[in-house]
């Protein structure tokens, strides 16, 4: 029996895939039968906060910034409460990373400002001495794609449901409405409402100018993310 | 028959490219790699090239450079050299695979030089070793197709009945990299369902958990049928063919070959302890990554008793040295994996340097070292030349071991220093450190591993150099000298 | 039944069963060696005479020979 399966190589490569499929027969497909479930207070990014996502995976901060906050007691102390899988419910992709060169930020939001933000991209030992991460000033002077992070928004919603235009439950009781319009153009004049409200706690000035032009630099969208990770 | 007709001789023309593409991949790759490595330990350097010289902007380059550039060329170049070998039939007697060959690299190097500029220009899905878009993605699938029906049509008309174990290696990474592959790239282009937006973006199927779950089953066994089986094709042919010694047990080989293909998948959930998904997986993924040291151990062991009462080989044989460190640095690397997937080892681990650290034992002991020894050992009976320098092959076989024993023990220390610290609280219970703490105190660390990296760069230009001596002014070879086991070279 | 626990059952049954032929596999190695219907450890010979010219183990179908081409 089992040379006559070396000798056919059709029905060898068939037995060889069987086994090697065999794990995710049986631990990841059927996981995606269960949807992941958004905790109570997650909802999906504004288009603002996913046009941030995107700087931030362009210029890849997670190859050296985690997403995930394991349940020991040092890094509950050192960052916060630890994660939870419903947490991510609206991320594509996830952002976890692999490797901790810089400190986690799945709750920077919590302990950050717009203010310590700005100054860190510009020139991070200016404000962590021993630094060893590099400035980001190319984000001050160049636009953040808008257009895509509306393609993006308007995808996950069709695609995958992603709850926008639909009131959702926040931790406190409350109730918070992420908006979605339906026209690019609408979207892009709520973002800049947004991103204005950000510009103003800056002080790099060709940041202001080119958000009262209607542009919206990388890092503002890259701070609005930033700012909701808590 | 007249003069014009010749005895049929195996084809090495893709194998030629795929080799060229090698050594081309394992330069742009590996240097990329030491500039990193410099920029962390001085920081400085990250403004080289503006805001495409960022440690981050590079890190993607030099991880699918030296994976899907000098470890994929090289498995391509291979397959198409022992392929024909061990099945006894020759590229030259089929102009439908001549033709899918070519193709084959030509699609590749399209697909990888592509890769290389989008990268630079930061356009990436983030999840690692897939980071290339959608449009990218296409085109690994057309060129990991042809190379199926590379494979396939070649053992379709081969002569030797029987499947050679390297074969059996090479078909099982075929497979596993197109499942995983096809699984993990799953996106939706978003210009396509919104009419909106850059034509080249996409959002991932998967949703955060279930994306972490299929990226770390991806991740770990890209690791395993890029990494691991392939490179266990090639020593299973070149190690017994350049000693002249039969695998010490075929029997070994193929148990080892049925428990690696059993047990590899599951161990993929040792990238998540401690994380959200459901905890009985990472217990499987702990406890299979155990497992794993028997089938890992079962082959290089198999190997090493190959060289059993021929040990004087590995004096006098520059590249039985690479082959039988390569191997030793495979169960090191294969004891410390398993090592770091338990469960309390993993949450000291997790995050820090020790995991680069495991990594580049892996791919610097094993991987690099096989695919330069399998390039050394080509390249005579590629070129009909003889290896220009046997000397030079010393020399880069010790700088290149110094660099990886510096790599791999300033990691640890850094990673195991830092992983201590991010932990340590003082009397009352509270953090001893702020993290910038555990960041400086990384600096000689980072030097050192640099240093490392430096060193086996240099090995690798000092391979390339003499690969291109040899195919320029090495000694011509007659057809008879070449039919031997050893490769030729020359003493100087 | 809940999906956790046909992940569980499926988990055993097919391992259980992966093993037995594991098993099986080498009792086959040793037990067609031992009786002389096959032995395996010669195929460690394709990697050493892997010449285009020499005899294969065990040829597919008619040998193709003399297998000239030309040039």
């Known amino acids: 029996m089992f040379h006559w399966l070396e000798e056919r190589p059709f029905f060898f490569a068939v037995g060889v895939f069987l086994t090697i499929a065999f794990a995710g027969l049986i631990e990841i497909l059927p996981s995606f039968v269960e949807a992941s479930r ?115 928004a308007v995808t996950v919603n069709k695609v995958f449901n992603a709850p926008y235009n639909t009131a959702i439950t926040m931790r406190d009781g409350s109730s918070v409405t992420v908006k979605l319009p339906a026209t690019y153009d609408e979207a892009k004049a709520d973002m800049l409402t947004e991103a204005k409200i950000i510009a103003n706690s800056m002080k790099n000035q060709d940041v202001k100018d080119a958000v009262e032009k209607g542009e919206i630099p990388q890092i503002v969208a890259l701070i609005a993310y930033l700012n909701i990770l808590k | 028959m007249g003069n014009n007709q010749h005895p049929l001789a195996y084809d090495y023309t893709v194998t030629r490219l795929f080799l060229y593409a ?49 470890t994929v060329s090289g498995i391509f170049a291979t397959w198409y050299y022992v392929g024909q070998r061990v099945l006894k039939v020759s590229m030259a007697e089929s102009p439908f695979l ?12 399209l697909t990888i030089l592509l890769a290389v500029v989008t990268l630079f220009a930061g356009i990436t899905t983030s999840k690692e070793y897939a980071e290339l878009e959608w449009p990218l993605d296409l085109l690994v699938v057309v060129f990991w197709v042809l190379w199926g029906v590379s494979i396939f049509g070649l053992i379709g008309i081969r002569r030797e009945r029987t499947l050679y174990i390297s074969i059996w290696y090479y078909i099982a990474a075929f497979l596993a990299v197109a499942m995983l592959f096809l699984f993990n790239n799953m996106e939706v282009p978003t210009a396509l369902v919104s009419g909106h937006g850059s034509w080249y973006h996409s ?90 040291i028997l089938p890992s151990w079962g082959s290089a062991i198999n190997m090493l008793l190959t060289m059993k009462g021929e040990w004087n080989q590995l004096q006098s044989n520059p590249l039985i040295k690479f082959m039988v460190l390569g191997s030793t640095f495979y169960m090191l690397s294969t ?18 340097d020790w995991i680069p650290g495991h990594v580049h034992d892996g791919t610097l002991g094993w991987v690099g070292f096989m695919i330069i020894a399998a390039i050394y050992h080509m390249t005579p009976r590629l070129f009909k ?19 990886i024993v510096l790599y791999f023990s300033s990691m640890w220390i850094a990673g195991i220093t830092q992983g201590m610290m991010w932990r340590a609280t003082d009397e009352f219970g509270n953090l001893s450190y702020s993290f910038i703490d555990t960041v400086v105190v990384l600096h000689p660390y980072y030097t050192l591993r640099a240093v490392g990296g430096l060193l086996y760069l240099t090995g690798i230009f000092i391979w390339a150099y003499n690969i291109y001596k040899t195919i320029s002014v090495g000694r011509k070879l007659e057809d008879k000298e070449l039919n031997v086991n050893k490769s030729p070279m020359s003493a100087n | 039944m809940e999906l956790g626990q046909i992940q569980a059952y499926a988990y055993f049954f097919f391992t259980a069963f992966l093993v037995t032929v594991l098993y099986a596999y080498i009792v086959h190695l040793y037990r067609a060696e031992k009786k002389g219907t096959r032995n395996y450890e010669k195929y460690g010979n394709l990697a050493i005479n892997d010449d285009v010219s020499t005899t294969p183990i065990e040829q597919v179908g008619v040998a193709r020979e003399p297998s000239y081409k030309i040039k």
Request: hydrophobic share 45%; aromatic share 16%; net charge neutral.
């Open chain 2, 385 to 403: 030349r003889e290896l220009y320098s046997k000397s030079l092959m010393e020399t880069q076989f010790w700088l290149q071991t110094i660099g």
């Open chain 2, 203 to 292: 959002v991932s199927w998967y949703a955060g958990t279930n994306d972490a779950l299929v990226q770390w089953w991806f991740g770990h066994n890209a690791v395993a049928f890029v990494f691991t089986t392939p490179i266990v094709a090639m020593i299973y042919y070149f190690l017994p063919k350049e000693s002249g010694q039969t695998v010490y047990s075929y029997k070994l080989s193929l148990l080892s070959f049925w428990g690696l293909m059993f047990v590899y998948l599951w161990a993929g959930g040792h990238h998540l302890i401690y994380s959200t998904v459901p905890d009985w997986m990472q217990t499987m993924g702990s406890v299979f990554s155990i497992v794993l």
């Open chain 1, 38 to 152: 958004p905790t109570v207070g997650t909802k999906p990014y504004s288009t603002l906060e996913l046009a941030g996502r995107n700087v931030y995976i362009a210029d890849s901060c997670n190859a050296c910034h985690s997403q995930l906050i394991r349940p020991f007691k040092n890094e509950t102390d050192r960052y916060g409460m630890y994660s939870l899988s419903g947490e991510y419910a609206y991320d594509r992709p996830f952002l976890w990373g692999s490797k901790r060169t810089g400190p986690d930020l799945h709750r920077v939001g919590n302990y950050r400002t717009t203010d310590w933000h700005e100054n860190h991209m510009w020139d991070p030992i200016s404000v962590v001495p021993g630094s060893i991460m590099p400035a980001y000033k190319h984000m001050f002077s160049k636009s953040a794609d808008l257009e895509t992070a509306y393609a993006e």
């Open chain 2, 98 to 109: 001549m033709v899918v060959g070519k193709l084959h690299f030509a699609v590749y190097i």
């Open chain 2, 335 to 352: 004891l410390e994996g398993p090592i770091q997937a338990i469960k309390s080892v993993n949450a000291l681990a997790h995050f820090t």
């Open chain 2, 22 to 70: 090698t050594i081309l991949f394992g330069i742009i790759g590996m240097t990329i790699g030491v500039i990193i490595a410099f920029q962390l330990a001085f920081p400085e350097l990250n403004y080289l090239f503006g805001e495409y010289g960022t440690f981050s902007r590079l890190r993607p380059i030099h991880t699918n450079g030296v994976a899907f550039g000098f």
